[in-house]
């Protein structure tokens, strides 16, 4: 099972809303990101959490706050967002293991659209 | 045929082809490449990947060929269907490296 799973599947917020995106694998995958994708452009990432710390922050502005509950859970809190921020967000996860880089493999993303 | 512009590099082959799909990446310190197939809609779905002590790589339908002396990575795909029609992404990461860096992406038409 290669399941990355995201909720909600789409959402549309204004500028003011606060908001939450979710993210869920059960594969016994420690590491999982945030990936943010423009139209007709590759995944930029955004987040990466390595056993439940964060261990990457692509200076990523402070209205996006990521979050990980456990092992199997990853978060993105939203404030205060900007029309630009509109994009498919990505959540992915990988063994993280010590033999060397692992497949991250993705959800299915959030369409996100700020009004 | 191939083009690129503004919009995303097309590649339109006929279906029943073989489709070459070419990647240039930018670090000479990357260990770790992998292909990823994304449909309208969807997320990134992986197809293939490749580490540095490797040249070649096959899968199902699929293989990849790494050329570390110019930096360049190939996804060829046998006999192509209407089902492979979507855009191809490749990646690459540094030894151990979380931080995937990928390339812009080439779209893949498949004409009846």
């Known amino acids: 099972d290669t399941e990355v799973t995201q909720t909600p599947k789409h959402l549309v917020m204004g500028m003011t809303n606060k908001k939450s995106l979710k993210c869920e694998q059960h594969m016994g995958h420690r590491a999982m990101y945030w990936y943010k994708q423009k139209a007709k452009k590759p995944p930029e990432l955004m987040f990466v959490?390595?056993?439940?710390?964060?261990?990457i922050n692509e200076s990523v502005p402070s209205r996006f706050s990521p979050e990980c509950p456990n092992s199997s859970l990853l978060n993105l809190h939203l404030h205060a967002l900007q029309p630009e921020d509109s994009a498919l967000y990505l959540c992915a996860s990988s063994q993280d293991s010590s033999g060397g880089t692992d497949t991250q493999y993705f959800g299915p993303g959030t369409r996100l659209t700020v009004l | 045929g191939e083009s690129v512009g503004l919009h995303l590099p097309t590649l339109s082959v006929q279906e029943g082809d073989n489709s070459i799909i070419n990647c240039a990446y930018s670090n000479s310190a990357s260990d770790y490449f992998i292909w990823y197939k994304q449909e309208s809609g969807k997320g990134p779905q992986f197809i293939i990947d490749i580490r540095s002590n490797m040249d070649k790589r096959q899968g199902q339908r699929v293989t990849v060929l790494l050329n570390k002396t110019v930096k360049h990575l190939s996804l060829q795909i046998a006999a192509t269907q209407p089902g492979d029609s979507a855009v191809y992404f490749c990646a690459e990461a540094s030894p151990y490296g979380q931080n995937f860096v990928f390339g812009p992406g080439t779209r893949l038409s498949v004409l009846p």
């Open positions: 959490y390595s056993y439940e710390k964060l261990s």
